[in-house]
């Protein structure tokens, strides 16, 4: 279980992620920035002892894609709420030097970057002209000279540089077909990247699973590789995350063995 230390972290990485002061409530559809309140209640049922809900809740920020351009509702891409916050915690507190970031979103980790004395400076690559605008501009006003934005493709992006660390969180959920298309992300960037790292690592302990029972999407051995090297390089900077992201990654250590075994028969 979670205990007190790791729900005071929380709170002050969250308090300390907040972008309401820089980034307004605006639209360019289907493009649009929100304020949400979200009470005490909502975290207390996610899981949140009631003395650091209380603390959690309030005015966060969403980014939402309004859904009539491809007809699948409306789509909440980011929150500087707490849970999407402990999802990007690991990467958060190892970030240095030069950083790039694959998904501007809400800009809440690119935020976390440039804050960071240990950051000299930071790369975004965005696909959406219409996020740079909400969100981009005013992230570059505040720090200029720190941050740049490239509008592009990350697929199609070519490294400028070599950087220290990079950080991919192009997708709007979780779902097993995107690992594939991760394990593609890390096989080009490594190169040119000292560590690779993807939004929802914690979780993917979870959709291995998904993907081995269902048989729903075929991973690739290079998908597997990738999950692996991915998992190894951040078992050590795991302590912001919760006992359930543990577990999935000490069954997914086995799970992995067993299938070398398999995949050498
Ligand atoms: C979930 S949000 C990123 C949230 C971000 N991590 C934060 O801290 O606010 C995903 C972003 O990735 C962008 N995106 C989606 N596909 C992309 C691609 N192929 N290349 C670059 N950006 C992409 C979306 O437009 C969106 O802005």
């Not at 694959?102 to 790369?123: N, S, Y």
């Not at 006992?243 to 067993?258: I, P, Q, S, T």
């Amino acid at each position: 279980m979670f205990g007190p230390a790791d729900w005071v972290s929380v709170v002050e990485l969250t308090q300390q992620s907040r972008v309401a002061d820089l980034i307004t409530e605006r639209e360019r559809f289907p493009w649009a920035v929100k304020r949400v309140n979200l009470s005490a209640v909502e975290f207390a049922e996610w899981g949140v002892p009631y003395n650091y809900a209380e603390q959690l809740a309030g005015e966060s920020t969403f980014l939402k894609k309004c859904g009539f351009e491809d007809g699948f509702g409306d789509v909440h891409w980011m929150t500087d709420a707490a849970h999407e916050v402990i999802q990007q915690a690991v990467f958060d507190s190892r970030m240095y030097g030069s950083v790039l970031i694959g998904g501007l979103g809400l800009g809440v980790i690119t935020r976390r970057a440039c804050m960071k004395q240990e950051v000299d400076r930071v790369k975004v690559v965005e696909l959406d002209e219409d996020v740079i605008r909400l969100v981009g501009e005013p992230l570059m006003q505040a720090f200029p000279g720190k941050l740049q934005i490239d509008c592009a493709d990350v697929h199609e992006w070519i490294p400028d540089r070599h950087y220290d660390c990079a950080w991919f969180d192009i997708w709007p959920d979780v779902h097993p077909r995107y690992l594939n298309e991760m394990a593609d992300l890390y096989q080009a960037y490594s190169p040119s990247c000292n560590m690779v790292d993807f939004w929802m690592l914690t979780e993917l302990g979870s959709l291995l699973e998904e993907c081995r029972t269902s048989g729903d999407v075929e991973l690739t051995l290079k998908t597997w590789d990738m999950v692996g090297m991915t998992f190894k390089q951040v078992w050590e900077g795991l302590d912001l995350c919760h006992e359930r992201g543990k577990k999935l990654l000490h069954n997914f250590m086995a799970k992995g063995l067993r299938f070398e075994e398999q995949a050498h028969d």
